[in-house]
C-alpha cells in the first residue's frame, strides 16, 4: 500500500464544508467537516485496518454498524466503529495496533 | 395508575409512527436509536451542514421522509417523547434494556416494549468477497445519502432486489461511473411474479422505469464467479451471462446484496418464537397481524416482515395500537391499516419471488470460499464441521466457528445453513435451526460493564 494509490472513495457532493486535520498512522492528513472515521480514512487510502483471520486488508463492508469490520485504533488506546463515529480534528487513528503494547 | 414504560427501539419509519400513535394517546414512550437522527436506514439524514435537498437523497420518497423526520422532529422538541440517538440495545431480560452509548452504558426498565430494528442487507458470499472493497448494497447507499460519497471509481453491483436497481440508478445520477449491474435473478422468474407486484403499479411502473435507465448495464439471470482482487483491492468481476457465456468486468468496488434480512436479535432474547419462511428464505419473528410477539413485546417494519418503508410505517402504527389497547387504552381504528399491511405483504412476497435468493450458487460454492468475513471461515471447514458434528447451525457454530465472529452470524448465517442443510441431507436451510441470538448484540467495551450513566 503505497502513498500514490490514494483513497478509495470518491467525493460526489456535499465538498463544501470545514476542512479537519487528522492523524493517520502518524501522518497527517485532511478530511471534511461531517466525515465520518471511515469516509475521512478511506478517501485518503484504500483501506482501514489488516484483517485478523487473513491475509488481505480491510475497508468496511454494512456501513450501519451491524458487520463490525470497520473497527480501528487510536493512538491513546481505545478502538473505534469508522462507520458511525464521526471525525474530529486532532484524531490520532491507527490501521494497526501498536506493536509495542503489552 | 402510574403511566407505563414503554420502549420503542428504532427510530425508522416503523418506530417513528409508533411513537406518534403513542404520543398521540398522551403517553410518552422512550425511543432508543443507533442513528444521530431519526429517520432508520432509509430515510437516514446527513450530519450537520451538508446541503443536498431531501428530493436529490430520497427521489420519489422525498414526501414520505420529510414528514416522518418532521412528526419526530416534532414530538421530540415538545417533550413528548424521550429519544436517545446513538444508543444501543445491547441485550434484555427480564423487562430490563442494557443500554450502551458513547457516555456508557444504562439499565432501562419497560412494562411494553416496542422493536422495530429494521433489517440488514441479505448476503450470499462470493468468492473474494473479503477484499477491501466489497461493500454491501446498502451500504454504498448509505455512503452516498449520508456522506455524499461513491466507494469507488468504477463500479459493479451484484445480487438481486429492489435495491440493486435502484441504487444503481441513484449512483448514475449523482455522477459515480457504473460498471455493470449484475441480478442473478432471472428474467422468467421476475416476470412470473408480476401479477402480484402490480398491486403497487406506480411501485413496480417505477422500478421498469429504473431498469429501462439502466439500459446495457443491466444483465439478468447472471451466475457470480468471483472477484478478482490485489493487496490494495478489487480490480474485477467474473460472471457468466444468462447464455453461460464467461464474462470479466474490470472494476475496484463491487456492491453485493440479495434483498434484506430482519435484525431479529433482540426479538430473540425477548423470547418471541420464530418460523423459518419459505418466501423470505429466512427464520422470522412470530406475531399477530398488529405485531403482538406474547409478553408486552410488540414487533413492528422490516424486523418483523420485510415489507419496506411503507410497511413499516403501517406496522409502526399498528403495534403501538395494539399496545394501547392491551394497557386499556382508546386505541386508532385499524381496519384501514390492516388492509394496506395485506396488500403490502402479497406486494413485497412478489418481490421476494421475482428477486429469490440465490440458494444454487450458495451450495455450489468451493471448499476454499470464505464464508464468514469475520474470521476468514471457509466454506470447506463448514462442509467438514457440519459432517463431523452433525448439521445443526448451533453445533456448526460452536465446532466450527461460523456465525461466532463479531457479525454474530448476520452475513453468513443463511448461507452456512444451505451448506449444512446439503451435507447433512437436508432439502431445505430451514432444517438445520436457527442461530440462537447471543448479547450483547453488539460489541461494547468492557468499560461500559463497569460504569454507569
Given at each position: 500500500m503505497t502513498e500514490a494509490t490514494g483513497g478509495r472513495l ?14 493517520l498512522d502518524?501522518v497527517?492528513r ?7 472515521v471511515l469516509t475521512a480514512i478511506l478517501t485518503n487510502v484504500p483501506a482501514l485496518r489488516q484483517a485478523e483471520?487473513g491475509p488481505e486488508r480491510r475497508a468496511g463492508f ?7 469490520d470497520c473497527w480501528i485504533w ?8 469508522a462507520c ?9 487513528l491507527q490501521t494497526r ?6 | ?129 473479503q477484499a477491501p472493497g466489497v461493500y ?15 466507494m469507488g ?76 482482487a490485489t493487496e490494495t483491492g478489487v480490480t ?16 475496484d468496488a ?119 468475513r ?80
Amino acid at each position: 500500500m503505497t502513498e500514490a494509490t490514494g483513497g478509495r472513495l470518491v467525493r460526489l457532493a456535499e465538498t463544501v464544508r470545514q476542512p479537519i486535520r487528522f492523524l493517520l498512522d502518524g501522518v497527517e492528513r485532511t478530511a471534511l467537516s461531517g466525515d465520518t472515521v471511515l469516509t475521512a480514512i478511506l478517501t485518503n487510502v484504500p483501506a482501514l485496518r489488516q484483517a485478523e483471520f487473513g491475509p488481505e486488508r480491510r475497508a468496511g463492508f454494512c456501513l450501519m454498524g451491524a458487520c463490525q469490520d470497520c473497527w480501528i485504533w487510536q493512538e491513546q488506546g481505545p478502538r473505534l466503529r469508522a462507520c458511525s463515529t464521526p471525525v474530529a480534528d486532532g484524531m490520532r487513528l491507527q490501521t494497526r495496533t501498536r506493536e509495542d503494547w503489552p | 395508575m402510574t403511566e407505563p414504560r414503554i420502549v420503542i427501539v428504532g427510530a425508522g419509519p416503523a418506530g417513528i409512527r409508533a411513537a406518534e400513535t403513542l404520543a398521540a394517546a398522551g403517553l410518552r414512550p422512550t425511543v432508543i436509536d443507533e442513528g444521530a437522527k431519526a429517520g432508520g436506514q432509509i430515510y437516514r439524514r446527513p450530519p450537520d451542514g451538508f446541503t443536498r435537498p431531501p428530493a436529490t437523497l430520497y427521489g420519489s420518497q422525498a414526501e414520505k421522509a420529510v414528514a416522518l423526520h418532521g412528526v419526530f422532529d416534532g414530538l421530540a422538541a415538545a417533550g413528548r417523547i424521550v429519544h436517545l440517538p446513538r444508543h444501543s440495545v445491547a441485550a434484555l431480560a427480564d423487562g430490563t434494556l442494557h443500554v450502551v452509548g458513547d457516555s456508557g452504558s444504562r439499565w432501562i426498565g419497560y412494562d411494553r416494549l416496542i422493536l422495530a430494528t429494521g433489517a440488514t442487507d441479505r448476503l450470499a458470499p462470493v468468492p473474494g468477497w473479503q477484499a477491501p472493497g466489497v461493500y454491501s448494497l446498502g451500504a454504498m447507499q448509505i455512503a452516498l445519502k449520508a456522506q455524499g460519497v461513491a466507494m469507488g471509481r468504477r463500479i459493479v453491483l451484484a445480487g438481486s432486489g429492489p435495491l440493486l436497481t435502484l441504487l444503481a440508478t441513484q449512483l448514475l445520477k449523482a455522477g459515480a461511473q457504473i460498471a455493470a449491474v449484475l441480478d442473478t435473478a432471472g428474467m422468467r422468474g421476475q416476470i412470473a411474479a408480476f401479477p402480484d407486484l402490480a398491486v403497487r403499479p406506480s411501485f413496480a411502473l417505477q422500478g421498469l422505469a429504473m431498469r429501462a435507465r439502466l439500459g446495457r448495464l443491466y444483465h439478468a439471470g447472471i451466475g457470480l464467479e468471483g472477484i478478482e482482487a490485489t493487496e490494495t483491492g478489487v480490480t474485477a468481476v467474473r460472471w457468466t451471462d444468462a447464455g453461460g457465456r464467461s464474462r470479466r468486468t474490470a472494476c475496484d468496488a463491487v456492491g453485493l446484496g440479495w434483498h434484506l434480512k430482519a435484525e431479529t436479535q433482540l426479538a430473540d432474547l425477548a423470547g418471541c418464537r420464530f418460523d423459518y419462511d419459505a418466501t423470505w428464505s429466512q427464520w422470522l419473528p412470530c406475531a399477530d397481524r398488529m405485531g403482538r410477539a406474547g409478553d408486552g413485546v410488540y414487533l413492528a417494519g422490516d424486523g418483523l416482515r420485510l415489507l419496506g418503508a411503507d410497511g413499516a410505517e403501517v406496522a409502526g402504527r399498528l403495534a403501538a395500537a395494539a399496545c394501547l389497547s392491551d394497557l386499556g387504552l382508546p386505541a386508532p381504528d385499524t381496519a384501514a391499516d390492516l388492509k394496506r399491511l395485506d396488500r403490502l405483504e402479497r406486494f413485497a412476497r412478489g418481490i421476494a419471488r421475482a428477486f429469490p435468493w440465490p440458494a444454487d450458487q450458495v451450495r455450489a460454492l468451493s471448499d476454499d470460499t470464505v464464508l464468514c468475513r469475520c474470521e476468514g471461515i471457509t466454506a470447506g471447514s463448514v462442509r467438514e464441521t457440519a459432517a463431523y458434528g452433525g448439521a445443526e447451525a448451533n453445533r456448526v457454530k460452536s465446532l466450527g466457528r461460523a456465525g461466532m465472529g463479531r457479525c454474530q452470524g448476520r452475513y453468513c448465517q443463511l448461507a452456512a445453513a444451505e451448506l449444512i442443510a446439503v451435507t447433512g441431507g437436508l432439502v431445505h436451510a430451514g432444517e438445520v435451526g436457527r442461530l440462537r441470538a447471543q448479547a450483547p448484540v453488539r460489541p461494547m467495551p468492557i468499560r461500559a460493564l463497569l460504569e454507569e450513566d
